[in-house]
């Protein structure tokens, strides 16, 4: 092969490095614009967006009876303590769950729910079916984007 046929043409250049080509920027766009139509939904429980994924995480704890530490919370989430502790810290003001360190381990944190945390659950649990109803996306339809979301996720993070 010589370098002509080696290399790509500007044709395929321009293609490649156009913008509504990237699979990222079409991951972004959808998540900003996704994270734009939670808003009023979490408005009317004064939650943010990521506050909002705290709790889900939370909600779900608590009906496991558990109480889980923060470094959990962070795995789950794929957030670093320096995210997570501000968003913490801030439902922990807002009376919505506690944080305790351990006796034994000063380094461990656990969160629990305090009483107002868990009757939210119930204010918010509309919220999900608003939004696909917001977006027109049925079930089924929801279903299958999760799933080839939570694919491509898998192969990002097994390529590290």
Do not use: H
């Amino acid at each position: 092969m010589n370098d002509q046929q080696a290399r790509p043409g500007e044709e395929d250049i321009d293609n490649l490095l156009a913008l509504d080509n990237q699979l990222c920027f079409a991951l972004y766009a959808v998540n900003r614009a996704i994270t734009g139509r939670y808003r009023p939904l979490l408005a009317e429980l004064d939650l943010t967006y990521p506050q909002y994924l705290v709790m889900l995480v939370m909600w779900e704890a608590d009906r496991k009876g558990d109480s889980p530490r923060v470094s959990s919370i962070g795995e789950r989430l794929r957030l670093d303590s320096g995210t997570l502790t501000p968003l913490l810290r801030r439902l922990e003001q807002r009376g919505l769950l506690t944080r305790q360190r351990s006796s034994e381990d000063e380094r461990v944190v656990t969160v629990a729910l305090t009483g107002e945390g868990r009757s939210m659950r119930d204010r918010a649990s509309d919220v999900p079916l608003r939004l696909l109803c917001d977006l027109g996306v049925g079930p089924d339809q929801a279903v299958q984007l999760r799933e080839d979301l939570r694919e491509l996720l898998s192969r990002l993070e097994e390529a590290r």
